[in-house]
Nanobody
Framework: VQLVESGGGLVQAGGSLRLSCAAS????????MGWFRQAPGKERESVAG????????YYADSVKGRFTISRDNAKNTVYLQMSSLKPEDTAVYFC???????????????????WGKGTQVTVSS
C-alpha cells in the first residue's frame, strides 16, 4: 500500500487547512487509517484515527473540537480538516494505515503497517 499526503502549507494562527492522504495498491476499506504528526525534536504522536468504514473516530485531546478526520472509500482517500490552528500544531503530518478485520481505530505509532512520507504544516503566530 502506498500513501501520499498533500495539503500542507503555511497558515496563520486561527486559520484552516485540509490534508488529504491518497492510498493505492490495496483494498482501502480493509485499513483503519490514522493521522500522526512529528514536530522537530519530538516523537511522532497520534492526532486522529478512523475505522475502516468510517463508523468510529478518535482524536487526541490536543485537537478535539478543532480537527475532523473523514474518509471516502470510493476515492481511497482519508482527510484531516484542521481549524483554529495554533503554532503548536506545526509539524510534519503523516498518514498511516493498519490492516484490520475489525471496526476499530488505532492510535499507536507502532501499530501502523504503512506510512506516507508526510506533509509539512507550519502555523505562524
Amino acid at each position: 500500500v502506498q500513501l501520499v499526503e498533500s495539503g500542507g502549507g503555511l497558515v496563520q494562527a486561527g486559520g484552516s487547512l485540509r490534508l488529504s492522504c491518497a492510498a493505492s495498491g490495496g483494498t482501502f476499506s480493509s485499513y483503519a487509517m490514522g493521522w500522526f504528526r512529528q514536530a522537530p525534536g519530538k516523537e511522532r504522536e497520534s492526532v486522529a484515527g478512523i475505522s475502516r468504514r468510517g463508523g468510529s473516530t478518535y482524536y487526541a485531546d490536543s485537537v478535539k473540537g478543532r480537527f475532523t478526520i473523514s474518509r471516502d472509500n470510493a476515492k481511497n482517500t482519508v482527510y484531516l480538516q484542521m481549524s483554529s490552528l495554533k503554532p503548536e500544531d506545526t509539524a510534519v503530518y503523516f498518514c498511516g494505515a493498519r490492516f484490520t478485520l475489525y471496526s476499530d481505530t488505532y492510535r499507536e505509532v507502532d501499530g501502523m503497517d504503512y506510512w506516507g512520507k508526510g506533509t509539512q504544516v507550519t502555523v505562524s503566530s
